[in-house]
């Protein structure tokens, strides 16, 4: 069964009406913009564990949604 995301509005919907909007934490100490770019776009976390995730309900009520989720389980919390 693939992956399903449970929305507020619409209820539970397969994966693939989602797109994945990651929360940003760039360290305070990166001060130049173009590095602030690099490292927000390419070294990303790889958290094991329970993350929190921002996903985008692109097919469906078009809202972003705040979900918490194991990255060892796929499961969202």
Do not use: K, Q
């Not at 929305?7 to 130049?32: F, K, L, M, Q, S």
């Not at 790889?46 to 097919?59: D, I, K, M, P, Q």
């Not at 078009?62 to 499961?75: E, G, K, V, Y």
Request: aromatic share 10%.
């Amino acid at each position: 069964m693939a992956l399903r995301i449970p929305c507020p509005t619409c209820g539970e919907r397969a994966i693939d009406e989602w797109v994945h909007g990651e929360i940003i934490n760039v360290p305070a100490e990166i001060t130049d913009p173009d590095r602030r770019d690099l490292d927000r776009g390419y070294f990303h976390n790889n958290t094991e564990g329970v993350v929190e995730e921002a996903w985008f309900h692109l097919y469906g009520c078009r809202r972003w949604i705040s979900l918490r989720r194991d990255t060892r389980t796929d499961t969202f919390l």
